[in-house]
């Protein structure tokens, strides 16, 4: 019998690869050359775009904002509320004067539609910083992944390029961006693409451009700004024990409850601000004397909530359990009033603070319990219930937690069951139809008997 040598079978394995249908090595699809280097372009300009931004909403509200060093009851600043108020004038000004739209695409959405409209970025930006630096309970991630994907939209216009590479420069945009929010590559490109889910034809080209641009964006960011989002909440070390998986299913189930509870409360807060949907000042006016107000009764509950998280995380035995459940509460309640009232920003950083703070509450009340066991499942899980990444969120937990490979298994439990139990169930789809049925204002006329 012929035996074919090792260079012969290495050939006839690429010829037959080249003549499959759909089977094209990765470093000759085309326009992949072109696609890595608008990836790097991207990553150097949103590294600069974010410290820009960052800087700007950092020191704009360190500005206005000092937080109290025993942040209990009632222990903000009342002119807090001339800020806050100040900022909802300013916004609802902007929001005229622009022409920004009244329902803008928030960050999940514009992942999954692979596309960020260019003419609205800019408006949205401004209003974002305005919205941020006024101390809204909102995230910056809306406002860079807007730019980020914003001008791989914008480029791949100009450039005359398909849809394809116009999809793929808009992910590996919003991935720069997201590399130096959150100073992790692998995170940043993990949590676009599980989001996204490109097609399987131009997933690997997407992969290797999402994961470049993350990586220029981290190198230029991190040595300049210096921080980053590994080990960045410190919690007690604790050893994995096998009853932790099976305790791991309750606390993705009241992770599921919580996110519905987040949703029910901005569902209903959107349906009480629709009246003055068109007198637009007024409105963000109104929600920023009111997100202040709460400020003054609970200082934790305003801003993005990662700094804040590190007080609960420190202080939560010192707060006591009625407090941290009150800012547990009360910051889905802010964040509905921002988000309703024409504020604009991200949902991803609050929605974590959320689910840390529920787990600093879980271990008060529960301290059999370990913190670092209650805190690293709830972090994940309320998110977790929500979007459908829960490879980026074990990935999210182990980062900025360092709790160990063992410790992440209830995680993972806990993140599943809360996914399967809201999204999975048909329970979050169900919510979000109730949410979107018009709001009736005119009387209905009356029926006539069978």
């Given amino acids: 019998m012929r035996t074919s040598s090792p260079a012969q079978i290495v050939w006839r394995v690429s010829r037959e690869t080249e003549s499959t249908p759909g089977f094209v090595a990765l470093n000759r699809s085309r326009g992949f050359w072109t696609n890595i280097g608008y990836a790097a372009l991207f990553g150097v300009v949103l590294a600069v775009i974010a410290l820009v931004f960052l800087g700007l909403v950092q020191g ?36 005229r004067v622009l022409r920004v739209p009244a329902k803008l695409p928030g960050t999940i959405q514009e992942l999954r539609d692979e596309r960020v409209e260019p003419p609205t970025v800019l408006q949205a930006v401004a209003v974002s910083i305005v919205s941020l630096v006024g101390g809204a309970s909102l995230g910056p991630e809306d406002a860079l992944g807007k730019l980020g994907g914003g001008f791989g939209s914008w480029l791949s216009v100009r450039r005359k390029l398909d849809a394809e590479a116009t999809a ?11 590399g130096g929010l959150l100073s992790s590559p692998i995170l940043a490109t993990s949590l676009v693409l599980e989001v996204a889910r490109p097609k399987l034809a131009r997933l690997g080209d997407t992969l290797i451009a999402a994961l470049v641009s993350s990586t220029v964006a981290f190198a230029v960011y991190y040595p300049i700004a210096g921080s ?30 919580l996110a519905l509870v987040h949703l029910a409360v901005a569902g209903l807060m959107k349906r009480l601000t629709a009246p003055l949907a068109e007198r637009t000042i007024l409105r963000s006016t109104l929600g920023g004397i009111a997100f202040g107000l709460i400020g003054v009764a609970l200082p934790l509950t305003m801003f993005t909530g990662t700094d804040q998280l590190k007080t609960v995380i420190d202080d939560g035995a010192a707060l006591g ?75 999210l937990a182990a980062l900025t937690t360092q709790i160990g490979v063992l410790q992440l298994a209830p995680v993972a439990v806990a993140v599943l069951s809360s996914y399967l139990a809201v999204t999975g169930s048909g329970a979050l789809a169900a919510l979000m139809q109730k949410g979107q049925k018009p709001v009736s204002t005119s009387p209905q006329p009356p029926q006539s008997a069978p």
């Fill in 60 to 95: 704009g509200t360190e500005l206005w904002f000092t937080l109290p060093a025993n942040p209990d009851w009632f222990s903000g600043h009342l002119w807090w509320v001339a800020v806050t108020g100040a900022a909802g004038v300013l916004v609802g000004v902007l929001r």
């Fill in 228 to 257: 980053t989002f590994v080990d960045i909440y410190q919690l007690p070390a604790f050893e994995y024990e096998n009853w932790q998986l099976a305790a791991a299913v309750p606390l993705g189930l009241a992770a599921g409850v």
């Fill in 321 to 395: 359990t009625g407090l941290v459940l009150a800012v547990l509460f009360v910051k889905m309640l802010t964040f509905a009033i921002c988000e309703s009232t024409g504020f604009i920003g991200g949902p991803i950083l609050v929605m974590l603070f959320i689910g840390g703070t529920a787990g600093v509450a879980t271990h008060l009340l529960i301290p059999g319990i370990p913190e670092g066991l209650a805190f690293a499942t709830m972090f994940a899980a309320i998110l977790g219930a929500l979007i459908a990444a829960p490879f980026s969120l074990i990935v």
């Fill in 168 to 178: 793929t420069n808009t992910l590996s945009g919003i991935s720069a961006a997201f």
